[in-house]
């Protein structure tokens, strides 16, 4: 069962469709409504691209690291979220603390409530 806070993995397709590459995402929560949508954030090794105060880092310290099923220290992109169906998600790997996500949550909050134009 899909639960906010889980990180899963999908199919992320290459651009002529043939195919794609198993990358993890972070599930945010499930969209209102009859349809098994769900709001999620890439997930991503390449750590250089973490943006200070929005994104997180789950490093191998991490009291949450073991739990979250990810391999390597990775940064969680708030900024890159997607809306997937349940049905593309290949099933959870692990899943990160509940204040990790709470954090998260508040700083993809913050960022929409404060944003202009």
């Not at 199919?11 to 499930?30: E, N, S, V």
């Not at 708030?78 to 508040?106: D, F, N, P, Q, W």
Request: hydrophobic share 45%; proline share 3%.
């Amino acid at each position: 069962m899909k639960q906010a806070g889980q990180v899963v993995l999908f199919r992320f397709p290459y651009t002529d469709l043939t195919g794609g590459k198993l990358r993890p995402a972070l599930l945010l929560g499930k969209l209102p409504g009859e349809y098994d949508d769900w709001l999620v954030c890439m997930i991503s090794s390449q750590v250089r691209h973490y943006v200070a105060g929005f994104d997180e880092i789950v490093d191998e310290r991490d009291e949450d690291f073991a739990t979250s099923g990810l391999k390597v220290k990775s940064v969680i992109r708030v900024g890159r979220v997607a809306v997937l169906s349940g049905e593309v998600l290949l099933g959870a790997v692990g899943e990160i603390s509940g204040g990790r996500l709470v954090r998260i949550r508040k700083n993809l909050a913050n960022w929409l409530l404060q944003a202009s134009g």
